[in-house]
């Protein structure tokens, strides 16, 4: 029998709640700075204001905008704050999803439309940065757009001339990040619109990250190229009220340049028994808590608070980099001109994962990247206070790594630098899918990134680094990603 049931009888809600928390006890800690991605904390009074204007709409349902019209009104506050923000004038039009990856893939299904309606475009392509979020990648998938990925230039930035020899008949957008997640770099956008405007191409900015802090950043004073509405090529842009919008989970916006455009993301039936229905976005129900909580963040904060908390993010980030900057053998990747950015190791004798466990240990969450393996950081309010411990612990961490060498070979540096470097591709794309079949399959196994295969020898005398496994009785899950080295190991053996 698995080891969660519907209650017989109902349960107290101080039980309830007990036993929630008690869930929660392993999660990292957003609230101390621990987090560096995922979240975007501002403090408990604010998040008391988001809960509070969350409740109101707690069962609210923007799927028809005739019932709640209250609903309707926020999402329209919201998308024209946000148009003005991104300097659109007032054709540009829009609607709230559910998040940035809704947002980019309700573009890609557009864009398709739009393309086969207008210009009868059967075989559709979109140019994407190879630093694109998955997302794109994703939308691709779903919708049947073939993805053409575009280098990037020496700063990291898409390589514009690229981009004008991947244009063909079948291209439906080209999409430009303001800025990208890896790295945080803004990518040219105006080229990008001069390319598009010129070939009459469409072309989306995902700011989905930087919607809600480079218009602060400028007003700051901090000079950063223009990447919004206005640019003339621009066509639509997306940006996530979430992230930098300091907004509950659950609230992005994708707005366009003209309703001739957005018009091609709606969906209308007419013949459905349930009655005609007409929706603007991928979900059916849409939570009225979220489109509340996030006009309360953009009415409790105004324009003056978006410019303080920006200046102490920008300043966090700045210490930061400088620091960094100043460890011998790391290197922060291109000119990062926001808050985002990421670093890598350009001594061999470094490895850049190896570091992120040592940090690992110290009690701070990473995010590890690879093409180049690096970690990556978002600076949120919440790291002000820890920037300095953070960089005291990078120290460390770095000189334990130099004098442990063989710490390169074990625990996730192992496993994710393995990963990184297979070139096999497919392979690893089965062996994770496997995985997450399991995660998601009838025993809901959690992931453990680095433990070995129960009952299964390490077959290519691969080290397999600290033997953690999940503690949930029942649960526990084998060295996933081992699979994939061990997979490949055999392979490799087996061609030998
Ligand atoms: C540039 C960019 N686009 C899209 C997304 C997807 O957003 P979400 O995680 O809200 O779906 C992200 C998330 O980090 C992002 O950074």
């Not at 230039?153 to 514009?160: A, T």
């Not at 110290?362 to 690879?370: A, E, T, V, Y």
Request: glycine share 8%.
């Amino acid at each position: 029998m698995r080891p969660a049931a519907l209650p017989k009888t109902g349960r107290d809600k101080e039980d309830i709640l007990r036993e929630l928390r008690n869930y929660q006890k392993d999660d990292p800690s957003y609230e101390r700075g621990r987090v560096w991605s995922l979240v975007y904390y501002l403090g408990a009074e604010h998040d008391s204001l988001l809960q509070e204007a969350y409740n109101y709409y707690f069962s609210a349902n923007a799927l028809n905008p005739m019932a709640f019209k209250s609903l309707k009104r926020l999402e329209n506050e919201i998308i024209w704050i946000t148009a003005a923000l991104l300097h659109g004038d007032g054709n540009v039009c829009g609607v709230m999803t559910s998040g940035g990856t809704e947002s980019c893939l309700l573009a890609v299904k557009t864009y398709r439309d739009y393309a086969r309606a207008e210009k009868g475009t059967k075989n559709p392509e979109m140019i994407l940065p190879q630093t694109a979020h998955v997302a794109w990648e994703k939308g691709g998938e779903y919708f049947g757009v073939k993805p053409v990925y575009v280098p990037l230039d020496d700063d990291y930035k898409v390589d514009v001339e690229a981009v004008k020899r991947l244009i063909n008949k079948n291209t439906i957008m080209i999409l430009g990040s303001a800025p990208d997640y890896p790295h945080g770099i803004i990518d040219p956008i105006e080229e990008l619109g001069r390319i598009g405007e010129s070939r009459g191409i469409p072309v989306h900015v995902d700011a989905c990250l930087g919607g809600f802090i480079l218009p602060f950043i400028e007003k700051l004073g901090i000079s950063l190229p223009k990447w919004d509405y206005r640019v003339p090529g621009v066509t639509s842009i997306s940006a996530d009220l979430h992230k930098y919008g300091f907004a509950a989970k659950g609230a992005s916006t994708i707005t366009y340049r003209s309703l001739d455009i957005l018009k091609y993301q709606m969906f209308v039936s007419t013949e459905w028994p349930g009655g005609v229905f007409a929706s603007p976005a991928l979900l059916g129900t849409r939570p009225g808590g979220a489109y509340a909580a996030a006009w309360a963040s953009l009415q409790a904060l105004g324009e003056d608070g978006f410019v303080s908390i920006t200046k102490q993010v920008i300043e966090s980030t700045r210490k930061l980099m400088e620091g960094i900057r100043a460890i011998p053998g790391s290197k922060v990747i291109g000119r990062p001109q926001a808050s985002i950015f990421s670093f890598r190791s350009i001594d061999a004798n470094l490895n850049i994962f190896a570091v992120a466990d040592q940090m690992e240990q110290k009690g701070w969450h990473m995010d590890r990247l690879q093409k180049p393996d690096a970690i990556h950081v978002t600076v949120t309010p919440a790291h002000s206070a820890v920037i300095e411990e953070y960089l005291t612990d990078l120290k460390n961490s770095v000189e334990y790594v130099r004098k442990h060498p063989e710490s390169a070979a074990s625990g996730s540096a192992a496993t994710y630098g393995m990963i990184a470097h297979i070139p096999l591709r497919r392979m690893v794309k089965k062996q994770v899918l496997e995985m997450f079949a399991q995660l998601y399959g009838p025993e809901g196994k959690m992931i453990n990134m680095t433990s070995s295969v129960p009952g299964e020898e390490n077959e290519g005398g691969i080290p397999t680094g600290h033997e953690e496994s999940d503690k949930t009785p029942g649960r526990e899950a084998p060295g996933l990603l081992n699979r994939i080295i061990a997979a490949y190991v055999k392979l490799r053996q087996s061609r030998e």
